[in-house]
């Protein structure tokens, strides 16, 4: 095995086309989040496109890039001939700095594109606490902060998503708003602006075209009294669906295909923002879901899918689809995931199906303790539903339930905190020695709901009552987590914000407010000297609201009518329940026109579709099993890659070509893939081995090189391919010793590498000092160096090896020359 480590003087410059700076990125915590080159991502040329435009999440890349919609737009913009959409994500505070340091801007993932260079950048705005971080990505873009000071040659900033439905507070950093479904509003964006930019003229009449289009709102352009209806993808199953989304290489917060498999939601809970803005339900026919499904896994390599929709339980075939699917997907041990299911949707039929494989979490959600205020918030869920489903998911072999609930809803009294503790305490009277987690969050009335006049109890109130669950939990096997009440004040001032909180925002933004959705991040002194500074009393946003009241988020017309909000509201105090008009009754919400909008239930499968026998793998235990070593190479920003996500990356490959590996047994089976040590962070290496097992393949191994050498990202180079025995043990158990080449710094002069060199041959031990696990540790690096030498600006350094590890050879070499740390890693 034969490694090189190569200093930074190398480096390629930050630019289009160019890799990203692996100098900066081995400062950072994290260097995955930001190399992009996963597989499937989309390479365009964008001097030969005349709409560049960049998707922009205000959060990290693990966040950004488990989010369906963003992956929705990206595949819509880049199927057209001319349009190019790329994704940029927040810098954490790490890069972030060290791109002010260098003086460098925030880049797109794809090209390195400078924000301020698109023509168009897009926020996905689904939190109302990615605020300040939206206006650290246009800061760190070059872009102007206020639409107001944008001039010709800035891009047109956007954003769509749950915050756009009160805009206001956003409104003077936003050029426009897209309110409700974007599949089609982003199309014409695209084709309006590039119309406007074939005709040469001016930002104005670029965002008077813009208002033309439905759905979209213009800060800058907006009369009083105008109204903004939403936008409406009507039939789902004529919506784009992303089978080849990019496949990230480090473990994003939901690692797998999420399938969308209804939008809308007729419930009607009460306090539920998307339940009330994307209405009507609209479910996709089972037979596209499994097609779609089934697309995707060969197109990406995801070992899971999840189905997803505000109310999964609820779609009208679950069972024949979950069913269908398992039949297909079991003997690969994809697993298939519901997200928080309602109590009184989980039953056993579907248990049973989804035990078939991995059993994925499982999380209900009753969200209130007591049945009075279950009626209040309009959830229509019994105790009985809930043990029901308890019961059935430990009889099926669940080792875990999560159960969320919420706190400070509007008429909870101390009685109702005491409810959820007597539920948790059932629960885990249920669970027996399987594990309860009771995940308690505070409630934040919200825009366009029928709490949104309700008031919203404030930080110490918060406190007392989750004070008041803990120590009634404190004999109950379960765990309790809390939302943190500082972020439920903060997320409840913004979303029921209004034109006065966009100062804050930017105060609270140039003070150093960033990442407030993250617990480690959340700086609540900032906004309370912002909202000060500009006169504001935070309190009088958590106010109950008058009836009469003008809202700001007003003139967003999201098709339910304020008639209706109004009414729920009542109905709430009254403690009355409205039914869900899925099935039954029209309740006059107001979305519909039943012309061409109304509550759509998806195509039920035939019968030959939901019984039909597995087509893809032939089990196990009849197939014969073979195991190849593939010898590869790992190169350029892949040698930042953690250990994990090569593995990670090898086995979505593998099955994106179809291959069936051999999995352990057990619970939770894992795929018979054994890899060389791992080689340090930034280290590139000529000479990586796998192992791997596989059932059922019948080809030569030279064909299955040339397979995986299609499959596998660039940067990671199959070199060779050979069949061992069943019982070879595995590579890392021969490997006794690996070569590193160490190319030094321009500042290191060939003969302080050479008395390096000469220090460490004369001296009878060498001792290195180092840090692991928090605790410093010396080792002598004679009894581990077996050959050390100098060739030019190289050092040559053998270093012994054994299964139980070695020493860093970056470290090593530092010890020897006394000097910093060599950056950059390659292999020859
Ligand atoms: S208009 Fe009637 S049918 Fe349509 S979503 Fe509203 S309540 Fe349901």
Redesign the pocket.
């Known amino acids: 095995m034969n490694e090189t480590i190569q200093n930074s003087r190398d480096e390629e410059p930050c630019g289009p086309h160019v890799a990203p700076c692996i100098e900066r990125l081995l400062r950072v915590q994290k260097p995955g989040r930001y190399i992009g080159k996963e597989f499937n991502a989309i390479l365009k040329d964008p001097g030969a496109c005349e709409f560049h435009m960049a998707l922009a999440f205000p959060d990290v890349y693990e966040i950004g890039m488990s989010h369906l919609g963003l992956k929705i737009l990206y595949s819509i913009v880049n199927s057209r001939p001319g349009m190019y959409a790329e994704r940029v994500f927040a810098p954490w505070p790490d890069m972030e700095q060290a791109l002010r340091e260098q003086g460098q801007p925030l880049v797109t993932l794809e090209t390195g594109t400078p924000l301020g260079n698109l023509d168009v950048v897009g926020f996905s705005l689904q939190y109302e606490l990615c605020a300040a971080t939206v206006l650290q990505m246009l800061d760190l873009g070059g872009i102007p902060l206020r639409s107001r000071d944008r001039s010709d040659g800035d891009p047109l900033v956007i954003a769509g998503g749950p915050v756009a439905f009160n805009p206001t507070p956003m409104s003077p950093f936003i050029d426009a708003f897209v309110i409700g479904d974007g599949e089609e509003a982003i199309l014409e964006i695209a084709q309006e602006y590039i119309q406007w930019k074939r005709s040469r003229e001016t930002r104005q009449e670029l965002l008077s075209r813009l208002k033309t289009i439905s759905g979209i709102y213009v800060p800058a352009l907006h009369e009083p009294g105008e109204i903004v209806r939403k936008r409406i993808v009507v039939d789902l199953d004529q919506a784009p669906f992303p089978t080849n989304a990019p496949v990230p290489f480090c473990e994003t917060v939901h690692d797998r295909i999420g399938m969308e498999i209804a939008r809308g939601c007729?419930r009607g809970c009460r306090f539920c923002q998307a339940g009330m803005v994307y209405?009507?339900?609209r479910e996709r026919s089972a037979r596209s879901i499994i097609d779609l499904v089934l697309q995707s896994l060969r197109e990406t390599g995801y070992d899971e899918i999840a189905l997803l929709s505000l109310s999964s339980g609820d779609y009208s075939h679950i069972c024949d689809v979950i069913r269908t699917l398992n039949a297909e997907l079991a003997p690969r041990k994809t697993a298939t995931s519901l997200p928080s299911l309602r109590t009184d949707t989980f039953d056993s039929q579907m248990a049973a199906e989804i035990r078939k494989v991995r059993k994925t979490g499982f999380t209900l959600a009753p969200e209130a303790g007591a049945e009075r205020l279950r009626r209040i918030i309009n959830k229509g869920n019994t105790e009985a539903d809930l043990e029901r489903a308890l019961t059935q998911a430990f009889e099926y072999g669940w080792q875990s339930v999560k159960l969320y609930f919420m706190i400070g809803l509007p008429l909870e009294t101390d009685e109702d905190i005491e409810a959820i503790a007597n539920l948790a305490r059932k629960a885990a009277k249920i669970a027996g020695r399987k594990k309860i987690t009771v995940s308690v969050s505070s409630f934040v009335p919200k825009a366009h709901t029928p709490f949104q006049w309700a008031e919203q109890i404030d930080i110490p109130e918060i406190k007392r009552r989750q004070a008041s669950l803990r120590r009634a939990l404190t004999k109950a096997r379960a765990t309790v987590k809390f939302h943190a009440p500082e972020m439920s004040f903060l997320e409840g001032l913004l979303a029921r914000g209004d034109a006065r909180m966009s100062d804050v925002i930017e105060t609270a933004y140039k003070n150093g407010a960033r990442f407030d959705g993250w617990d480690d991040q959340l700086r609540l002194p900032l906004w309370l000297e912002a909202m000060e500074r500009h006169g504001l009393d935070p309190h009088s946003y958590l106010r109950a609201r008058g009836l009469d009241e003008a809202l700001p988020w007003d003139f967003v017309d999201i098709g339910?009518s304020k008639a209706f909000l109004f009414e729920e509201w009542q109905r709430a105090l009254r403690e009355e329940a409205t039914e869900d008009?899925r099935h039954g009754q029209?309740?006059?919400?107001?979305?519909?026109d039943f012309e061409k909008i109304?509550?759509r239930l998806g195509q039920a499968l035939t019968r030959e579709c939901a019984e039909e026998s597995p087509r893809n793998a032939a089990p196990e235990h009849q197939a014969s099993q073979r195991r190849f070593r593939l010898q590869y190479r790992k190169k350029g920003p892949m040698s930042l890659l953690g250990h994990h996500d090569i593995e990670r990356a090898f086995h979505r490959a593998f099955r994106r070509v179809g291959l069936n590996l051999a999995y352990s047994q057990g619970f939770h089976p894992h795929p018979r893939m054994r890899f060389s040590p791992p080689t340090g962070l930034g280290i590139e290496s000529e000479c990586e081995f796998v192992d791997f097992d596989v059932v059922g393949y019948e080809e030569e191994s030279g064909r299955l090189l040339e397979t995986l050498k299609s499959a596998l990202p660039e940067g990671i180079s199959p070199v060779s391919l050979v069949e061992t025995p069943l019982n070879e043990p595995p590579f890392f158990a021969k490997l006794q010793y690996v070569t590193y080449q160490i190319v030094a710094q321009d500042h290191v002069s060939l003969d302080a590498l050479e008395a390096g060199v000469r220090e460490f041959h004369e001296s009878t031990s060498f001792v290195m000092s180092d840090v692991r696990k928090g605790k410093r540790r010396s080792r002598d690096l004679k009894t581990w160096i077996a050959r050390l030498e100098r060739r030019d600006n190289t050092l040559q350094m053998v270093l012994k090896t054994s299964p139980a590890g070695s020493v860093n050879p970056r470290e090593a070499a530092r010890t020897i020359l006394g000097l910093t740390l060599p950056r950059r890693c390659r292999s020859k």
Not at 586 to 592: D, F, N, P, S, T
């Open positions: 007729t209405r009507p339900v339910v008009c029209c309740a006059g919400c107001g979305v519909c109304y509550p």
